[in-house]
Nanobody, 121 residues
Framework: QVQLVESGGGLVQTGGSLRLSCAASGRTFSSYVMGWFRQPPGKEREFVAAISWSGGMTHYADSVKGRFTISEDNAKNTVYLQMNSLKPEDTAIYYC??????????????WGQGTQVTVSS
């Protein structure tokens, strides 16, 4: 059974930093792409960043490029999202997700429960 467990959310001031973690378990993820999505209050869920577990290729939404960094620790089966220069508009529930590398870029198979990030102005 696949489990994705996020942690690291919280309240931070504008300009601050947070690091989110996603601990993955239940299968071998070497052929998977790991993603971070977020859902701001009253809005649709949106893509934030993704990384291929093998090869480490990354992709970011324009809104977070240069501020957020996605990375992985294969030994710990954990994916991170380092968020710097946070803005109030980054306030959202952040979700970790996973999809097969061979699958459609928009179709994620597994999701975590989410972690709240609140950026105060």
């Amino acid at each position: 059974q696949v489990q994705l467990v996020e942690s690291g959310g919280g309240l931070v001031q504008t300009g601050g930093s947070l690091r989110l973690s996603c601990a993955a378990s239940g299968r071998t993820f070497s052929s998977y792409v790991m993603g971070w999505f977020r859902q701001p209050p009253g809005k649709e869920r949106e893509f934030v960043a993704a990384i291929s577990w093998s090869g480490g290729m990354t992709h970011y939404a324009d809104s977070v490029k240069g501020r957020f960094t996605i990375s992985e620790d294969n030994a710990k089966n954990t994916v991170y999202l380092q968020m710097n220069s946070l803005k109030p508009e980054d306030t959202a529930i952040y979700y970790c997700s996973a999809r097969r590398s061979s699958g459609s870029p928009g179709m994620y198979d597994y999701w975590g429960q989410g972690t709240q990030v609140t950026v105060s102005s």
